[in-house]
């Protein structure tokens, strides 16, 4: 059996710098996934429902190579104690970016196919969002 990586990659009408935006800057992340209280940089971070306030995911920021990469370990209550790890990859590209996701470390197993599908369909819905924001102009 081999491990369960999530990948997307989606195209957006926009530079690095404004993309970095969407994946550190509170009130952007806000519009498409969950609200950290401050930017995303190096060290521990959490996040919270946009709408709830519940706290959602945590875990550490990795590397913020601004504008073209950015990782942290990813932790939320439905994986109980484990920790997964997403990776971000922006590349400017004619006309914009391309924003590739690499969500690995998933638990494993026939039990924890419902956590892949969840996710799998959650970042979808997530991408979605950012690039219907990222488009609007």
């Given at each position: 059996?081999?491990?369960t990586?999530?990948r997307?990659t989606?195209?957006?009408r926009?530079?690095p710098?404004?993309?970095?935006?969407?994946?550190?800057?509170?009130?952007?992340?806000?519009?498409?996934?969950?609200?950290?209280?401050?930017?995303?940089?190096?060290?521990s971070?959490?996040?919270?429902?946009?709408?709830s306030?519940d706290?959602?995911?945590?875990?550490?920021?990795?590397?913020?190579?601004?504008?073209?990469?950015l990782e942290?370990?990813?932790?939320i209550a439905?994986?109980?104690?484990?920790t997964?790890?997403?990776?971000?990859?922006?590349t400017?590209?004619?006309?914009?970016?391309e924003?590739?996701?690499?969500?690995?470390?998933?638990?494993?197993?026939?039990?924890?196919?419902?956590?892949?599908?969840?996710?799998d369909k959650?970042?979808?819905?997530h991408?979605?969002?950012?690039r219907?924001?990222?488009?609007?102009?």
């Amino acid at each position: 059996m081999t491990d369960t990586i999530l990948r997307k990659t989606i195209y957006l009408r926009a530079t690095p710098e404004q993309v970095w935006a969407y994946l550190t800057d509170p009130e952007k992340l806000a519009i498409w996934f969950h609200k950290p209280p401050a930017p995303l940089t190096e060290g521990s971070y959490e996040m919270f429902g946009a709408q709830s306030g519940d706290k959602l995911m945590w875990g550490e920021v990795l590397v913020a190579d601004p504008f073209k990469r950015l990782e942290y370990t990813f932790t939320i209550a439905p994986m109980g104690e484990a920790t997964s790890t997403v990776k971000w990859a922006l590349t400017e590209v004619a006309g914009g970016t391309e924003l590739s996701l690499r969500h690995e470390g998933l638990p494993q197993g026939a039990e924890a196919f419902g956590l892949t599908l969840a996710l799998d369909k959650g970042w979808d819905d997530h991408l979605a969002r950012m690039r219907n924001d990222a488009h609007k102009d």
